[in-house]
Each structure stands twice: as structure tokens, then as C-alpha cells.
């Protein structure tokens, strides 16, 4: 329990039982203390709300950058799949526009037999 609900209790009094009286009740706890007994709570509270908003600041910033590093995570999936989609039609022009064998288109478009004889056969179901 907190002191104002102790002192609450002690005199019988529910109603100061509130947030509000148990501010009241600790605000006059802290005047009873002594000048550096005083300073010594403030410097507690001040290393406490500091260490909290560092925390607090950390935590957003840390945020921030996954965010940020799963945005360009992001970006370079679309640049490789629009770099796929790019190399996949190239590829089936090639097959579509010309004579070429296998092996020239695979040459031209950097990529493997397998994948241009793929490329042909999907085209062949269409």
C-alpha cells in the first residue's frame, strides 16, 4: 500500500484513498524531508525521468532504422523482381522474334540454357 492510503486507513478516512489525496499526502512527505534529503529525491527523479526518456529515445530510433532498412530491403526486392520481369522478356522476344538457338539467347540475356529452354516451353503451352 502507499503512505496516503496507510494514513487513509489509520484515520479511517476511505475517501482519501483517491489518486489525487495520495498525491497531497506524498507532496507533504516530501516537505517533512530535509533540504538535501530533498535535493537527494529530486536528483532520483531527475536520473529516473532521464534514464526513461533515453530509453524511450533509444527505442524510437532503433524504430526508425528497421523501418528505414526494411524499406530499402523493400526497394531492392522490386529492383531484382522488375530486373527478372526485364530479363524474362527479353528473353521470350528473343525466342519469339528470331531463329536464334538456345544457346545464342542464353548468351545475349546472361542467363542458362535451362532457363531459356523453360522460357520456351512456358510459350509453347500459351
Not at 497531497?24 to 529525491?41: C, H, S, V
Not at 530499402?72 to 523482381?81: A, K, M, T
Not at 530479363?87 to 540475356?109: M, P
Amino acid at each position: 500500500m502507499k503512505r496516503g492510503e496507510n494514513r487513509a486507513k489509520a484515520f479511517n478516512l476511505h475517501f482519501l484513498r483517491g489518486s489525487v489525496f495520495e498525491k497531497i499526502f506524498d507532496l507533504a512527505e516530501f516537505t517533512k524531508l530535509t533540504k538535501r534529503e530533498q535535493q537527494m529525491y529530486n536528483s532520483e527523479v531527475k536520473r529516473r525521468r532521464d534514464n526513461e526518456n533515453t530509453t524511450f529515445f533509444a527505442v524510437n530510433e532503433a524504430k526508425k532504422v528497421a523501418i528505414e532498412e526494411g524499406r530499402e530491403v523493400g526497394r531492392e526486392e522490386g529492383r531484382d523482381e522488375g530486373r527478372e520481369e526485364r530479363t524474362l522478356e527479353f528473353t521470350q522476344n528473343l525466342i519469339r522474334a528470331t531463329d536464334c538457338e538456345d544457346s545464342k539467347i542464353a548468351e545475349l540475356c546472361h542467363v542458362t540454357l535451362d532457363y531459356v529452354k523453360e522460357v520456351r516451353s512456358n510459350l509453347a503451352r500459351e
